[in-house]
Structures are given as C-alpha cells and as structure tokens.
C-alpha cells in the first residue's frame, strides 16, 4: 500500500499563481523527498527535508514538514507553464535512512499560459 | 556521465514469455532498486539492492528476480510474464543508502504483456 497520500490530485492554475501540494504519511521518516515527472520521463529529485527540519527553500520551491502530523507540503511560487508535470512525495523510513523510498500516488499539476 | 540508463525503452512481450530489464549506473552508486509505475499511480518497490552481491525484496516483489554482481549493474528479469505485469519499469540509484540522499532515476522501460 502506498504510504503517502498526497492532496489535490489534479491542479490547475495560471501562469504566475502559487501552486501548493500536499503529503500526508503514516510511519516515522528519516527523510521526505519531492520528485517531478514530466509526461512519459523517469522522475527527477526536486528537494529532500530531514525529519529534523521544518521548512527548506531551493529557488521556487519551499517545502515544509510537519512530524507530530506526519504531513508535508510543496509550494512553487509564479508558476510557470514549464512547471506542468506530476509531483510526488517519497518517504524514507528511519531505520533505512536513504533507501527504500515509498512514494505517494501524485499531484497532476497544470499551469496554463 | 550517463546516470542511470536503463533498456530497453519499449517492449511487448506475449504471456508466458520471459525477458530482462536492464539497468546500469556510471555513478559508482551503492544503493539500486526497481520500481513499477501503474496508470495514475505512484510508483511501487519490487528489488532492492545495497551493494554488489545483496538484494532483497520489495512491496511487490512476485514475478520478479534481480541480482547484482557488479555495482555499475542491476538487472531485473521477468520469469513468466503476465498482464499484470504490464506497466513502466523505472530503475534508480543513491550513492550510499544510509545518508539519504536523493535517488536518481532511469527514464523509464514501458512494458506490454498481451
């Protein structure tokens, strides 16, 4: 069974606006990834918050991390048309630290022009 | 460097058939591991391996072999294909399992069975 469960599924907005996804997992984590895929592409490492970090920038994207609510969140601020892909969360269990990722079943972002 | 390349990059197999995935990284990595992605899903762990020599198995591991001889390789071999087994085939590496690091991914192996 899948450990994340990410909110919405599908979200559209226009070129500029935020887009916020969200991840919810049920074990404790060493870390928590975000991934982006691009149609019909293998999936490419966005940013990675350690269970002992609340929140993390990398340009665009700001990541949270919540552990008492086992919950994570990924905003991209001004969009744009290039960001449209799936993103995912991806779990490390504690005991494996980096290995063994559980990923969630995505958030089909679309931003239009 | 290449990453991760994986091959082939489309298949369609006939039930019963068996056949290899291959998948090899030129980043010296130790930690390798398939993954399928179904429509609409995320993606599921089949093998994993944390070195040359050592493999285990995966939240869907039936169906599947793998084995690592070498670093650079870790190929994943269908026994006795299924439909159930129609999917995408992603392999990925991190370069040392207990730092958590991020993974790097292949771009893919699409996967038919009829």
């Known amino acids: 069974s899948q450990q994340g469960e990410e909110d919405p599924q599908a979200l559209s907005i226009q070129e500029g606006e935020n887009a916020t996804m969200n991840c919810s997992y049920k074990?404790?984590?060493?870390?928590l990834q975000w991934y982006r895929q691009n149609s019909g592409r293998g999936l490419v490492h966005l940013i990675l918050i350690r269970s002992n970090e609340r929140e993390k920038h990398s340009g665009r994207l700001r990541v949270t991390l919540d552990t008492s609510k086992k919950s994570s969140s990924l905003l991209i601020t001004a969009s744009r048309a290039a960001d449209t892909a799936s993103y995912f969360c991806?779990?490390?269990?504690?005991?494996?630290?980096?290995?063994?990722?559980?990923f969630g079943e995505g958030t089909q972002l679309t931003v239009n022009p | 460097n290449a990453g991760v390349t994986q091959t082939p990059k489309f298949q369609v197999l006939k039930t019963g058939q068996s056949m290899t995935l291959q998948c090899a990284q030129d980043?010296?990595?130790?930690?390798m591991s398939w993954y399928r992605q179904d429509p609409g899903m995320g993606l599921r762990l089949i093998h994993y391996?944390?070195?040359?020599?050592?493999?285990d198995q995966g939240e869907v591991p039936n169906g599947y072999n793998v084995s690592r001889s070498t670093t650079e390789d870790f190929p994943l071999r269908l026994l006795s294909a299924a439909p159930s087994q129609t999917s995408v085939y992603f392999c990925?590496?991190?370069?040392?399992?207990?730092?958590?690091?991020?993974?790097?991914f292949g771009q893919g192996t699409r996967l038919t069975v009829v």
């Open positions: 391996s944390v070195g040359a020599g050592i493999t």
């Open positions: 074990t404790s984590i060493n870390n």
């Open positions: 990925a590496s991190t370069p040392h399992p207990m730092t958590g690091t991020e993974a790097f």
């Open positions: 991806a779990t490390a269990p504690r005991e494996t630290s980096g290995s063994r990722l559980t």
């Open positions: 980043m010296n990595h130790e930690y």
